[in-house]
């Protein structure tokens, strides 16, 4: 129920500060939308001032989440929903799809109280570029990874380099065919010619 409340605490905070996407979710109140990521199930009702709140009843729309596309969703945002599998009530299926595409979060609007607005833009600005390096060097490890393995210590193939060996097995066994019945045509004219 922990990491349920602390999901509903976050989206809260993000719609307390858009409140046009509050006005999105008013119509729906009472809905419930269950997030299924395997293990876990996190259920969210609207409430009448179109904020989120925990749900027990069953849901309206649900969110399927394999574990495996959750890096990918967390890298892509904007393609989240390209991820997930959707099931149940169209509409509010699709009003959630918008939410999550709008939905943001401002470090910037987060700090400000805290440091002041020119401390909030530097420390955003080097929150993002120190993600942007993290993202490019971890992109460069795993192609250099994927290259060792590709090229100096052969483990893995690439695709068309397996498909070419099938491609030359499946030669081969046509010529050791064509091979096979050429030898029993030349046996066949031997046994004849000799009899």
């Given at each position: 129920?922990?990491?349920?409340?602390?999901?509903?605490?976050?989206?809260?905070?993000?719609?307390?500060?858009?409140?046009?996407?509050?006005?999105?979710?008013?119509?729906?109140?009472?809905?419930?939308?269950?997030?299924?990521?395997?293990?876990?199930?996190?259920?969210?009702?609207?409430?009448?001032?179109?904020?989120?709140?925990?749900?027990?009843?069953?849901?309206?729309?649900?969110i399927?989440v394999q574990?495996?596309?959750?890096?990918?969703?967390l890298?892509?945002?904007?393609?989240?929903?390209?991820?997930v599998?959707?099931?149940?009530?169209?509409?509010?299926a699709?009003?959630?799809?918008?939410?999550?595409?709008?939905l943001?979060?401002?470090?910037?609007?987060?700090?400000?109280p805290?440091?002041?607005?020119i401390?909030?833009?530097?420390?955003a600005?080097?929150?993002?570029q120190?993600?942007?390096?993290?993202?490019?060097?971890?992109?460069?490890?795993a192609?250099?990874?994927?290259?060792y393995?590709?090229?100096e210590?052969?483990?893995l193939?690439?695709?068309?380099?397996?498909?070419?060996?099938?491609?030359?097995?499946?030669?081969?066994?046509d010529?050791?065919?064509?091979?096979?019945?050429?030898?029993?045509?030349?046996?066949?004219?031997?046994?004849t010619?000799?009899?």
């Amino acid at each position: 129920m922990l990491p349920e409340r602390s999901l509903i605490g976050v989206i809260n905070h993000l719609l307390s500060r858009q409140p046009s996407l509050r006005d999105k979710l008013r119509p729906h109140a009472g809905k419930v939308a269950c997030l299924d990521v395997s293990l876990t199930q996190f259920k969210l009702s609207v409430a009448t001032d179109g904020l989120m709140q925990p749900a027990v009843i069953e849901p309206n729309v649900t969110i399927t989440v394999q574990p495996a596309n959750i890096p990918r969703i967390l890298s892509d945002m904007d393609r989240a929903f390209s991820y997930v599998t959707i099931s149940g009530d169209a509409d509010f299926a699709r009003v959630i799809s918008e939410l999550a595409n709008e939905l943001r979060w401002d470090l910037e609007e987060e700090l400000v109280p805290w440091v002041g607005d020119i401390a909030a833009v530097r420390i955003a600005n080097a929150a993002r570029q120190f993600l942007r390096t993290a993202k490019s060097t971890a992109q460069n490890l795993a192609e250099n990874m994927a290259e060792y393995w590709l090229e100096e210590n052969p483990t893995l193939l690439y695709r068309h380099a397996g498909d070419d060996f099938a491609a030359e097995v499946a030669r081969l066994r046509d010529d050791v065919e064509r091979m096979s019945k050429r030898i029993e045509q030349i046996e066949r004219r031997a046994r004849t010619g000799a009899a």
